[in-house]
């Protein structure tokens, strides 16, 4: 079975700029989970899809969304930029269980994002 | 406050030897406790899941313990190896209606030939 893929790999975007990151999970899987990986601050939880709909969410501002398709699918979007959210962002797949973040999760590779 | 911290914040061993890191929480109400490993440039593979009721759970060399009472946790490495050399992640799972993810900062591990 092919694992989680993220594409990009690595972006490079100036302040003030739109983002889309996309995650192709695991087949079968159904949980996407987003986070945030930096130097400063570790990991952090962003949200979590399932069947196309936000089930759980992280601290994070308004201009971090993300949505899920038909076919599991997710992306992620950051609506205006700022120097700080360079950093590492992480995907990853849950198979169908328990209810929620129970299972075990698989992560892509991550997409290294740049900000200047 | 929702916090995981983890120690040490690194650590340096011979190949072969075991070692102990170490996760303390205090968030509430829990619903499990995970172990990370992230090699370097890779994102974090699952190493264990704990719930309340589970106290040790291994994975191969990798053995979790599970204290929730003291809201404890470790993660024990037997005969470590090169490859072990990665940072290790503690992350506790809260459930609040909404389930909400708690990270400890990471135990970077190097083992040494």
């Known amino acids: 079975k092919a694992g989680v893929t993220q594409t990009p790999r690595y972006l490079i975007k100036t302040r003030g700029q739109q983002v889309t990151l996309s995650c192709s999970p695991i087949s079968g899987h159904r949980s996407v989970s987003w986070y945030q990986q930096t130097p400063g601050q570790g990991l952090q939880f962003l949200f979590e899809y399932f069947s196309e709909t936000q089930r759980n969410k992280g601290n994070f501002p308004g201009q971090f969304s993300g949505r899920q398709f038909s076919n599991s699918r997710s992306e992620m979007n950051v609506s205006t930029l700022e120097l700080g959210d360079s950093a590492l962002y992480l995907c990853a797949s849950s198979p169908p269980g328990l209810a929620g973040l129970q299972e075990t999760q698989y992560f892509g590779p991550g997409t290294r994002l740049l900000v200047l | 406050k929702n916090q995981v911290e983890q120690s040490p914040q690194s650590l340096i061993i011979l190949e072969g030897k075991n070692c102990t890191l170490q996760?303390?929480?205090?968030?509430?109400?829990?619903?499990?406790l995970r172990w990370y490993k992230q090699d370097t440039g890779r994102g974090p593979v699952s190493l264990t899941i704990m719930t309340f009721s589970e106290n040790t759970k291994s994975n191969g060399r990798y053995t979790a313990t599970l204290d929730a009472d003291t809201k404890q946790s470790s993660l024990h490495i037997t005969a470590s190896q090169l490859s072990d050399s990665a940072s290790y992640i503690c992350v506790v799972v809260m459930n609040t209606g909404f389930q909400k993810l708690v990270f400890g900062t990471g135990t970077r591990l190097l083992v040494s030939p």
């Open positions: 996760c303390n929480y205090t968030v509430s109400p829990f619903s499990n």
